[in-house]
């Protein structure tokens, strides 16, 4: 099982970037998709969920109306969307594939994001 994430890199204020997560070794489709930050000394936070169908999407507070989550069944890829970046988004970024029927959560290694002029 790999989760492999790209994508992440130092950003001004209120620009974009596009995170990738590629899926491989398990059945992508059958699983629920998360992104994750993380800063030293702070809790891991939930930033967005996708269904397995893709239907269903739910995002932190902070990030609603900024950030978009999207996967791609086909290329076992999910994908986050992340505009108007703050010098508070900067963290580690890590994707999630999880099946709660089954008890079964794979992880990524994290890519870093830094927001700073």
């Known amino acids: 099982v790999q989760l492999v994430e790209s994508g992440g890199g130092l950003v001004q204020p209120g620009g974009s970037l596009r995170l990738s997560c590629a899926a491989s070794?398990?059945?992508?489709?059958?699983?629920?998709m998360s992104w994750y930050r993380q800063t030293p000394g702070k809790e891991r936070e939930l930033v967005a969920t996708?269904?397995?169908?893709?239907?269903?999407?739910n995002y932190a507070d902070s990030v609603k109306g900024r950030f978009t989550i999207s996967r791609d069944n086909g290329k076992a890829t999910v994908y986050l969307q992340m505009n108007s970046l703050k010098p508070e988004d900067t963290a580690v970024y890590s994707c999630?594939?999880?099946?709660?029927?089954?008890?079964?959560?794979?992880w990524g290694q994290g890519t870093q994001v830094t927001v700073s002029s």
């Open positions: 070794g398990f059945t992508f489709s059958r699983y629920a």
């Open positions: 996708i269904a397995s169908a893709g239907g269903s999407t």
């Open positions: 999630q594939a999880t099946r709660v029927a089954l008890g079964f959560e794979y």
